[in-house]
């Protein structure tokens, strides 16, 4: 079932989420309605935060070399942990929370990573690029905390002013 993507300013978006302790069918219900939410809305990343869970759970779908978004390059990140990271990467990120905002942000270039796919089984990782980005960018929604929190005061202030013109339009 498509889910309603929750949007900044949101409050429920601050909350932090909660590691799952059952492998069952409702994580599977709640994974399968966010890949489905997720492509309805041309996503490649979606925290359960967003479709108001509070649960720790995440997915990334990322494109191949080929610019296609396939199925089977989905992952999903149940529990996840940043065991190392290191080096610095700047990359224009956007989030389905704070449709239409895109800014440059800066991030660990490498991550070590640690998490449980949905059957409970622990899994290893070794990130970089856009895959560590992005992990990073939903581990953030995990710990409550949204890509606009690391921009700059003039970059916070000129959000601040586009958000209130975009809802003003109510384009979202
Ligand atoms: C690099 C940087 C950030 C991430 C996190 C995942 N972010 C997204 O998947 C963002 C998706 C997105 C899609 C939009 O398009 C539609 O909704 C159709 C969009 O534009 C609007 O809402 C107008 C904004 C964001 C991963 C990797
Ligand atoms: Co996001």
């Known amino acids: 079932m498509i889910r309603k993507i929750i949007t900044y300013p949101n409050p429920i978006l601050k909350k932090q989420s909660s590691d799952i302790i059952n492998f069952d069918e409702s994580l599977w219900g709640l994974l399968d309605d966010m890949f489905e939410t997720m492509k309805s ?4 990343g979606l925290a359960s935060i967003q479709i108001a869970k509070p649960w720790s759970v995440f997915m990334i ?3 191949d070399e080929e610019g296609l978004q396939k199925d089977e390059n989905l992952v999903e990140y149940v529990n996840p942990k940043i ?3 290191s080096g610095t990467t700047t990359y224009q990120e956007g989030c389905l929370s704070v ?3 895109y800014e440059d942000i800066k991030r660990a270039d490498k991550i070590e990573v640690e ?3 949905r059957f409970g ?3 290893f990782e070794n990130l970089d690029g856009l895959g560590a980005i992005a992990f990073q960018h939903e581990f953030d929604h995990l710990q409550g905390k949204l890509f606009i929190e690391k921009l700059s005061f003039l970059k916070r202030k000129k959000f601040e002013k586009e958000w209130k013109k975009q809802l003003k339009n109510k384009k979202f």
């Open 115 to 117: 998490y449980f796919n």
């Open 99 to 101: 449709p239409g905002f």
């Open 61 to 63: 779908n990322l494109v």
């Open 41 to 44: 809305r041309d996503g490649i």
């Open 121 to 123: 089984e622990k899994q």
């Open 83 to 85: 065991l190392s990271s």
